[in-house]
């Protein structure tokens, strides 16, 4: 079957670090993206894996390791715009979400 | 910079009543996606486009569900004979190739009532 699992909330402090876990089980595989989604607005994109590591985006990174299924969104000086829901998604023979993880950011 | 826009904003529609809900996506990109996403819920695809044809659909589209191409910039999603569960934000994306990050339009808000 297909499955998508990631907490669904995590809370942290104005400039500290947070790391989203991802774990998968897709039909296929071509590529593992994370989606920034505000309450009321449209997913926006924000990284995308498909070759195992880290892949450096400002202060956002993503990992990806696809032998284990797994991925995660790194945080870094994190700020109150960050709260928001954090969407795992997987390219495989279609294009699967999470759930998502409510990140709330506190001062 | 380019965006995916969809109109209307929000939709409200009697039970077996048809709706369109419509999208232009951005101008040089070739995949185009239809997502659902029920209030505090997921977002559950539905269908993709390519080449004038659906690519891959989900189990969600049924018969109910037809999408179009009806000329070189709108790309549609009609649902024939809406159902109180159809209520959802309609999103639609696009992206340059099929495994590209996909840009989301702002949604369409659909209440059946």
């Known amino acids: 079957g297909q499955n998508i699992d990631q907490p669904t909330e995590m809370t942290a402090t104005e400039g500290a670090i947070v790391q989203i876990n991802c774990t998968y089980q897709?039909?296929?595989?071509?590529?593992l993206f994370w989606y920034q989604q505000h309450a009321g607005e449209a997913p926006t994109f924000l990284s995308y894996?498909?070759?195992?590591g880290l892949e450096e985006k400002g202060r956002f990174s993503s990992f990806l390791s696809r032998s284990k299924g797994y991925s995660y969104l790194l945080l870094k000086e994190l700020q109150m715009k960050d709260s928001a829901s954090y969407l795992c998604a997987v390219r495989g023979n279609d294009m699967r979400f999470g759930a998502g993880t409510r990140l709330t950011v506190k001062p | 910079e380019p965006e995916v826009t969809q109109t209307p904003s929000h939709q409200v529609t009697q039970m077996g009543q048809e709706v369109i809900l419509r999208c232009v996506p951005i101008s040089n990109h070739l995949y185009f996606y239809w997502y659902r996403q029920i209030l505090g819920q997921k977002v559950e695809f539905l269908v993709s486009?390519?080449?004038?044809?659906?690519?891959?659909k989900s189990e969600i589209f049924d018969d109910q569900f037809s999408v179009e191409r009806p000329d070189g910039s709108n790309f549609t999603l009609k649902i024939r004979s809406t159902k109180l569960e159809d209520s959802a934000m309609y999103f639609c994306?696009?992206?340059?190739?099929?495994?590209?990050?996909?840009?989301f339009g702002p949604g369409t808000r659909l209440t059946v009532l």
């Open positions: 486009f390519y080449n004038n044809e659906i690519s891959e």
């Open positions: 897709t039909s296929g595989f071509n590529g």
């Open positions: 994306a696009s992206s340059e190739a099929r495994d590209n990050e996909q840009f």
């Open positions: 894996n498909v070759l195992d």
